[in-house]
């Protein structure tokens, strides 16, 4: 009997693990997926410079950012499973109601509420697909991130097909979500509070110390595969439509293309982690990243797919991977590796969406482009730097 409960509970509790991903999708469909993808309706709609129009987005992430952490130190110490309900609840409906708006201000004081319940729903939403892995943490995180990748690419499209024609009112359909994501949610509260309850103690007691050094390195990698991310998919549009004076619904088409190429890889890159060294998956995914990086700015149309497509597949195939690797280097604090990963790579998209608006204002578009080149050259440099965690044995 003893035999039968230790390989139920390193089985992967898999229906967990899908509604918690499927709450991921909806939470970042409406955070980091329509935020910066809603600037094109929010520039004219307020008369913003680039620069006001980076400030929204540096406010959502930001927001996200910064109390992630701060909700997963706390959640390692006082875990609430009512948090996790309760932070997508917070997120989507903050967004939706940007569809009243009166003024810029009261948009971003939303947006700055849809920012903390991202914050406070990560951290439990990233511990509950680590309880629910069993010994398949890698493709349990995969599935996990695939959810909010999926979400990050499904936003410039939904402002391609929908928004762009309704304006801001069209948020007000939003209030789906939010009622899908309540519904996901609560069927996996009780499982989750018993987990928690089940799990506390063992988590608290993990064998093993945290490697500060090691996290440091991790923490500047994210943001430099953040800054990445957030100047492709922001400022891709308006780079095609200025230099090459392609429609909106083009560009953010493909930019979904980018997006979606980087959920595929999300989930491959988890699938392997659970095989090879997370340190070495995350050295190669910056590595091969360079030529598609330096090659950017000099495709559109049709050509750009070849490289958009790998760009996006391998710049983002680490992304649950550092979230696992994350969690090794801290075994004491599962909830606060997922606040540093995530949060920090959003709160560092956010200050590069700010940054790279302020150069769009400054200096060019073009500019943006040619900083991204070397921001996977920086990463893989600082690979070599991270201990080459060892491969998991077979159970």
């Known amino acids: 009997m003893a035999s039968l409960a230790s390989n139920q509970s390193k089985r992967m509790n898999a229906g967990a693990v899908w ?179 089940e799990n506390g103690r063992r988590m608290r007691e993990a064998v093993g110390d945290n490697q500060i050094g090691a996290v440091v390195i991790l923490s500047i990698v994210v943001i430099l595969r953040s800054w990445c991310q957030i100047g492709t998919a922001q400022f891709l549009p308006f780079f095609y439509a200025h230099k090459y004076g392609m429609s909106y619904q083009v560009s953010d088409a493909l930019t979904f293309v980018f997006l979606a190429a980087g959920a595929v890889g999300t989930f491959i890159g988890g699938v392997l982690a659970d095989k090879l060294s997370k340190q070495r998956i995350l050295l190669y995914s910056m590595m091969i990243s360079i030529p598609f990086a330096i090659g950017l700015p000099y495709v559109h149309g049709v050509s750009s797919l070849f490289v958009l497509v790998p760009f996006g597949f391998f710049i983002l195939s680490s992304f649950a991977v550092t979230v696992v690797y994350m969690q090794y280097l801290l075994p004491r604090n599962i909830s606060l590796a997922s606040g540093l990963t995530i949060g920090f790579g959003v709160g560092a998209a956010g ?32 690979c070599f730097f991270l201990p080459n965690d060892k491969k998991p044995t077979a159970a």
Do not use: C
Request: hydrophobic residues 55%.
């Open 19 to 197: 509604a918690i991903s499927g709450s991921h999708l909806l939470n970042d469909t409406v955070t980091t997926g329509l935020v910066p993808a809603l600037t094109q309706i929010f520039k004219p709609l307020y008369h913003l410079t680039y620069t006001e129009t980076s400030l929204i987005v540096l406010i959502s992430y930001l927001a996200s950012s910064v109390s992630q952490p701060l909700f997963g130190a706390w959640a390692d110490k006082y875990p609430r499973a009512w948090m996790l309900p309760l932070g997508l609840f917070l997120s989507t409906i903050g967004l939706a109601l940007v569809g009243f708006v009166p003024s810029f201000p009261v948009l971003l004081v939303l947006i700055a509420i849809s920012g903390l319940g991202s914050g406070a729903f990560h951290p439990e939403a990233s511990r509950g697909a680590h309880l629910a892995a069993g010994n398949a943490k890698g493709l349990s995180q995969a599935i996990f991130q695939v959810g909010g990748n999926a979400g990050q690419a499904l936003g410039p499209l939904i402002v391609s097909l929908f928004l762009l024609g309704t304006g801001s009112p069209g948020l007000l359909w939003l209030f789906i979500a939010v009622a899908v994501g309540l519904m996901l949610t609560l069927s996996v509260y009780p499982w989750y509070r018993d987990s928690l309850v």
């Open 351 to 382: 200050i590069g969406s700010t940054f790279f608006g302020a150069l769009a204002d400054t200096i060019g578009l073009s500019t943006i482009f040619e900083i991204l080149m070397f921001l996977p050259i920086a990463g893989t440099i600082l």
